[in-house]
T-cell receptor, first 114, second 110 residues
Framework: NAGVTQTPKFQVLKTGQSMTLQCAQD?????MSWYRQDPGMGLRLIHY???????DQGEVPNGYNVSRSTTEDFPLRLLSAAPSQTSVYFC?????????????FGPGTRLTVT | GNSVTQMEGPVTLSEEAFLTINCTYT??????LFWYVQYPGEGLQLLLK?????DKGSNKGFEATYRKETTSFHLEKGSVQVSDSAVYFC?????????FGPGTRLSVLP
C-alpha cells in the first residue's frame, strides 16, 4: 500500500492564480480531510468528506473548494490564491468517523503564495 | 467547543533525560485521545492513543494515560534519544473530526 499520497510536494503561486492540490489513498477509507499547518497553530481542518459525493466545511474553509467523486481521490482547489494561504497542507484519511480510528497523513504540500 | 492545549516549547533535553509534554483538553462527552509525531519534512504519524478513561497508550517507550478527572493526556518517556527530536501533537477525536493542539517541538542533544 502506498497509503496517502499528495502532489506536488512544493508549489509557488502568484496572488490570484489557481491550482489544485492532489490527494489519493489506496486503503479504501471512507473519511478524508484536508488540513493546513501554520507555525504555533497546529493543524486546522479545511474541508472533509465522509464518503464519495459528500463533503463538508471544517474550521477554515474560505478560499478553498473540494469534491469527492471517488473513494480514492480528494483534491483541494484554490480558486484565487492569496498570501494568507501560504502554508503546509496535509491530506489525511481514516476508515470512518469516531471509533478511535486513527488518521493516516500524506507527506504534505508546501505552498508559497507571493 | 472542543479544544486541546499543550505546552508549546521548544523543549530541549539531553539524551537519556526524562520527558513530559503536558496536554489538556476541553470536550463534551468522552473523546478518544491521540499523540501524533512529526519528524522533519514528513507528515504526522500516530504515536499512541487511548479511547476511554484510565486507558494507557504506549509505543516506542512513550506512554500517556487518559485522565478524565483532570482532562489530561500527558506524554512521557523515561529516557529520550536524539532520534526522538520531532514535533509532538496532542489531539482528540470528538466523534466527527479531530482537534489538534499547537504542537511541541522537542530537541534532544547528544
Amino acid at each position: 500500500n502506498a497509503g496517502v499520497t499528495q502532489t506536488p510536494k512544493f508549489q509557488v503561486l502568484k496572488t490570484g492564480q489557481s491550482m489544485t492540490l492532489q490527494c489519493a489513498q489506496d486503503m479504501n477509507h471512507e473519511y478524508m480531510s484536508w488540513y493546513r499547518q501554520d507555525p504555533g497553530m497546529g493543524l486546522r481542518l479545511i474541508h472533509y468528506s465522509v464518503g464519495a459525493g459528500i463533503t463538508d466545511q471544517g474550521e477554515v474553509p474560505n478560499g478553498y473548494n473540494v469534491s469527492r467523486s471517488t473513494t480514492e481521490d480528494f483534491p483541494l482547489r484554490l480558486l484565487s490564491a492569496a498570501p494568507s494561504q501560504t502554508s503546509v497542507y496535509f491530506c489525511a484519511s481514516r476508515r470512518g468517523q469516531g471509533g478511535a480510528y486513527e488518521q493516516y497523513f500524506g507527506p504534505g504540500t508546501r505552498l508559497t503564495v507571493t | 467547543g472542543n479544544s486541546v492545549t499543550q505546552m508549546e516549547g521548544p523543549v530541549t533535553l539531553s539524551e537519556e533525560a526524562f520527558l513530559t509534554i503536558n496536554c489538556t483538553y476541553t470536550a463534551t462527552g468522552y473523546p478518544s485521545l491521540f499523540w501524533y509525531v512529526q519528524y522533519p519534512g514528513e507528515g504526522l504519524q500516530l504515536l499512541l492513543k487511548a479511547t476511554k478513561a484510565d486507558d494507557k497508550g504506549s509505543n516506542k517507550g512513550f506512554e500517556a494515560t487518559y485522565r478524565k478527572e483532570t482532562t489530561s493526556f500527558h506524554l512521557e518517556k523515561g529516557s529520550v534519544q536524539v532520534s526522538d527530536s520531532a514535533v509532538y501533537f496532542c489531539a482528540l477525536d470528538n466523534g466527527q473530526n479531530f482537534v489538534f493542539g499547537p504542537g511541541t517541538r522537542l530537541s534532544v542533544l547528544p
